[in-house]
């Protein structure tokens, strides 16, 4: 069997809700995590569905990938891309960014 080297990239800082992860843990679908954050989540339940539904799917993903991680942590290595600041508007800047994107 060939190997696969596989790069994946985790937020800094991961974002992780309580509520989804309990759920996720406790072995619920994706389906009764979302129908339940629309009906207890005061902050939630103002989102369309389909927005609470990608959501609880990226974060159930999440999960599952760390999962897998922490089995093994000598998986975790420093990432080789700098931290972009907030807008980025200081990279393009520093990349020359075309005279659009100055503007």
């Not at 999440?62 to 999962?67: I, K, N, S």
């Not at 000598?74 to 100055?102: C, K, M, T, Y």
Request: charged fraction near 30%; proline fraction near 6%.
């Amino acid at each position: 069997m060939d190997k696969i080297d596989l790069l994946t990239c985790i937020p800094d800082p991961l974002s992780i809700e309580e509520d989804v992860f309990e759920f996720w843990v406790t072995g619920y679908t994706v389906e009764h995590t979302v129908e339940n954050r629309l009906k207890t989540d005061i902050t939630i339940g103002s989102y369309d569905r389909v927005v609470v539904d990608i959501d609880t799917r990226d974060q159930f993903q999440t999960f599952e990938l760390l999962e897998g991680l922490l089995k093994k942590p000598q998986s975790f290595r420093p990432s080789p891309v700098a931290n972009v600041p907030n807008g980025g508007d200081n990279l393009i800047q520093l990349s020359g960014g075309s005279e659009r994107a100055r503007r």
